[in-house]
């Protein structure tokens, strides 16, 4: 066969990638190793699912294994699996491009990197799965036949721009990777992978729990006589992890299978295991990450955990063992009473796994608990990674909002520097506050110093401070903890002023104010809901306030992005009866009810109120004109 070698360039992201790994930012390339035998595990799983779905397909699914050849003349390593293989087009698709959502985002944050400790945490975080092979090799070729397609197809590559393909005729089923391995005295951090006893230590140390065999020919020293086969032995132990009891496992080995089963180079936050014994039968062996990955909140970002059955692999990526806002947790859930045959599909509606994925939940939620209780440096490190997330469970599942609300931490008045959870906020509470107080918002500037804070802080109340997206949808649905109510500083009407403030004197002063809170709302029609005297301010002027149940600005403005058809939400001006600007503009009110400007000064407390909560003028033009008018005069 006259096979014909095409060249192709790498995915521009591929290239960038390729340097930062020639150049090897990474210290440690053993790695490199790990990744492979991680492939071809993941290849050996695929296969046997596959051959088990499609009885048609002709494979041999008698000796699944990999195997792992060294050359010392030719100073080749090589990682054999007859898994699944890829055909010609897998090959381009997955060796030549990156599918990985968020790699650009990835790539620029490696080039704002200021330091080569910086780009290596990075890489740790973002892990480059076979690429890793050219921290250690100069030339790579993999040669791969898939399952049930006739022809092979070889891959090579320098490292470079560039790769090769060319059609092979008598390529094995499956995958064989050969490094090319630099010269060993080109970096003197490079171990010499052509060591049998060093190659062997490094897949003992990463990769023993791999259900396959890994083998690797006997030592030459160990052999026979000259010319004898060599023999060839398992380096593995094959245990399933998962399975064993915990005492049986190191922190070391839970690490390894952490970073494969999650396509990780950086070790997990925290371990959780479970098993359940007698009718219905699991273990689960689930791992919360040290970092977000970056596809976190991507619409066609992984999530879910791997789904075994009596030991063999089902599916990546389950989804239906746990909710959406849990999706950064990884790991294995092995079942030993469902169908081989379960779908995607029929999962959903299964008893079992909704079971689990029940206690999962609890399980994981407790978890968090504890690290909040026991170690707290581990638990803000979680609620910095994943906090986001979880906020989206207080709207999504009502079942555990308690106990996911107990676990969730916010920015508050207390600190600037802290974040607080309810529990701590409700014992800071002070006597006679009934209730907790919150306001959402752009920034923490901007609520800070928005008027509707002033008498609270006046008062020491502390306002828990919410800033993230995800705040502004569930405050509607969360509307108490711990018998305390939730309220929103921002809507509604607030009774601060009950001890300093009797009665009779509200009702005089809301008679000495009735004419131009009235005259003042004709005047502002449809701009406003109503004019009322404010009781939350000190020092500014006026303010804007939703009704309790009224669509909050941000959300309202969150969903007319997102292409809904809201209905503009009329705001309430609530003005301070202590400032001198309200108290002169009633009193030229009440002496000279005609004069043109005072109608304009109407409009520009208005226009302040909205500045001064971070809102958009609906005239802003209109509003500078009168503004510049009026500073004129005073000169
Ligand atoms: P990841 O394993 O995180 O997906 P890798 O860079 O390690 O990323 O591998 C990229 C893809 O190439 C894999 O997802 C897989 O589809 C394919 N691949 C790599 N090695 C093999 C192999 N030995 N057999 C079959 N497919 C493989
Ligand atoms: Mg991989």
């Avoid at 995958?175 to 006893?197: F, G, M, N, R």
């Avoid at 009866?577 to 304009?600: I, N, S, Y």
Wanted: charged fraction near 30%; proline fraction near 3%; charge should be negative.
């Amino acid at each position: 066969m006259n096979a014909q070698v095409e060249t192709f360039e790498f995915q521009a992201e591929v290239r960038q990638l390729l340097q930062l790994v020639i150049h090897s930012i990474y210290s440690n390339k053993d790695a490199f190793l790990r990744e492979l035998v991680s492939n071809a595990s993941d290849a050996l799983d695929k296969l046997r699912l596959e051959s088990f779905r499609d009885k048609d397909l002709a494979v041999d699914t008698e000796d699944l294994h990999i195997a792992v050849d060294l050359d010392a003349d030719a100073r080749t390593l090589t990682v054999r699996d007859n898994g699944i293989g890829m055909s010609r087009e897998e090959v381009v698709q997955l060796i030549g491009t990156i599918a990985k959502s968020g790699t650009a985002e990835f790539l620029k944050q490696l080039k704002d990197a200021k330091d080569a400790a910086g780009a290596q945490e990075l890489i740790g975080q973002f892990g480059v799965g076979f690429y890793a092979s050219f921290m250690v090799a100069d030339q790579v070729t993999l040669v791969t036949r898939r399952a049930g397609e006739d022809t092979g197809t070889k891959w090579e590559s320098g490292g470079a721009g560039t790769y090769t393909i060319e059609a092979v005729a008598d390529a094995p089923q499956g995958t064989s990777v050969t490094l090319h391995l630099k010269p060993a005295d080109a970096d003197e951090q490079t171990a010499d992978y052509t060591s049998s006893w060093k190659v062997r230590e490094i897949v003992k140390r990463y990769s023993d729990f791999i259900t396959w065999p890994i083998r690797m020919e006997k030592q030459r020293s160990e052999e026979g006589a000259e010319g004898a086969a060599p023999e060839v032995e398992t380096v593995n132990s094959m245990k399933a992890l998962w399975a064993r009891p915990k005492e049986e496992t190191t922190e070391a080995e839970l690490t390894e299978f952490y970073k494969h089963v999650a396509h990780d180079w950086a070790e997990p936050l925290e371990t959780i295991r479970l098993r359940a014994e007698g009718t219905f039968e699991y273990q689960a062996l689930l791992f919360i990450p040290s970092h977000a990955p970056l596809d976190l909140f991507m619409r066609d970002g992984k999530r879910g955990v791997q789904l075994y059955v009596k030991r063999v692999f089902i599916m990546d990526d389950c989804e239906s063992l746990l909710p959406e806002y849990l999706r950064f947790v990884k790991g294995v859930v092995d079942a030993q009473d469902l169908s081989l045959n379960v779908s995607r599909e029929t999962l959903q509606q299964d008893r079992q796994i909704q079971l689990i994925r029940k206690r999962l939940v609890k399980k994981i939620l407790a978890t968090v608990k504890d690290l909040q209780a026991n170690d707290g440096e581990k638990y803000a490190k979680f609620w910095g990674e994943f906090g986001k997330a979880v906020k989206e469970g207080l709207v999504a599942d009502p079942d555990n909002r308690d106990a996911v609300l107990e676990i969730c931490s916010f920015g508050s008045t207390a600190d600037a520097e802290k974040q607080t959870t309810l529990r701590e906020y409700v014992e800071r509470m002070k006597d006679g506050q009934q209730d907790i107080y919150f306001m959402t918002g752009d920034s923490r500037a901007v609520i800070e110093n928005s008027p509707h804070l002033e008498a609270f802080q006046a008062k020491g109340f502390e306002v828990l401070v919410l800033t993230d997206p995800i705040d502004e949808m569930w405050v509607d649905a969360v509307t108490e903890f711990d018998g305390k109510q939730l309220k929103s500083i921002a809507k509604g009407e607030v009774e601060l002023d009950a001890d300093d403030d009797s009665g009779t004197d509200r009702e005089e002063r809301a008679k000495d104010f009735a004419g131009l809170l009235g005259w003042m709302g004709e005047h502002l029609g449809e701009s406003v809901k109503e004019v009322r005297l404010s009781s939350r301010l000190t020092t500014s002027p006026a303010c804007v306030v939703g009704d309790t149940h009224d669509l909050a600005p941000n959300l309202e403005k969150m969903y007319r992005a997102m292409g809904h058809e809201v209905p503009k939400v009329k705001r309430i001006l609530e003005l301070n009866p202590g400032h001198p600007l309200v108290t002169g503009l009633r009193k030229a009110h009440e002496e000279r009810p005609d004069e043109a400007g005072l109608g304009e000064t109407a409009e520009l407390l208005l226009g302040m109120a909205v500045l001064a909560e971070g809102g958009d003028l609906t005239d802003p033009a209109k509003f500078i004109r009168v503004l510049a008018d009026r500073l004129e005069r005073t000169l």
